[in-house]
């Protein structure tokens, strides 16, 4: 058992690095399979958020809201944890549904980390992407370019951020951006050589399980695919968000496809 709140991800993402697209990002959600879920949709109840739900946290891995805000939570892997009081998917939820400052958000959420298991945190707007963690004091306002978040600090060189970002960087070099091969630009399952994988207290064979992009296990593995992209609309000098989610059942079959478009700040079409 990887133990409580076992949410682990994988982002890479391209911010203000391609000159069509001011976000690119591609991230797995790995999860228990029996873990409840909804897939992605606008929430009945905050109705400007767009995201799939935990339905046992009640919060978000990854999101969208109508005022063109984004977040995206990973957790931090350190061994058996105990469960904490608060769920790291509120983070972004919370944020989604705020009208608070980015940066200010993020002091707020740094100021209350003790209230959560291990997180790394993205947080963004149209022309504004913050990382922070309560694993790093410093909050980091980000500079065009690629990046990778596993579940250690932003960047680490883990195998399969290294090999996310080898991936995405050719995919870059269009002028269009194909959503499908974002998609599979995360969908390696073999486990890297042992000599490279990090050793976060959760012993050598669940460090070869969870190695790999994608994972598919017999009670574990990833649940969906999400590709993120903001696109510049030279036309009407708007800024159009598309969220693909793909999502799978056990053992990696793919199932469900939704796709959402998004096109200033009033205006949703599916």
Known sequence: MLGYNATMCLIVFAWKYHS????????????????PTTLAGFWEDQPDILA????????????????????AVTNYREGHQQPAPRSRGELTANFLSSDTDIR????????EGDQYNGFNLLLGDGDQLHYCSNRQPQIQTLSPGIYSLSNHLLDSPWPKAIHAKEVLEPLLKTNSVDRDLLIQSLQRREPFADEHL???????????MLSPPFIASKDYGTRCTTVLLKKYQEKNN????????????????PSERSTFNLIGPDRADQ
């Open 238 to 253: 708007q800024i159009e968000t598309t969220l693909v989610e793909q999502n799978y059942g056990d053992d990696g079959v």
């Open 20 to 35: 069509d697209y001011p976000l690119i990002m591609a991230a797995n959600r790995d999860e228990y399979y029996q873990r």
């Open 198 to 208: 990090p050793d976060t207290g959760v012993g050598l064979e669940m460090e070869r």
């Open 104 to 111: 200010q958000y993020a002091q707020h959420v740094i100021d």
């Open 52 to 71: 799939g739900r935990d339905l046992t946290g009640g919060g978000t891995w990854l999101g969208v809201n109508r005022q063109g805000q984004f977040a």
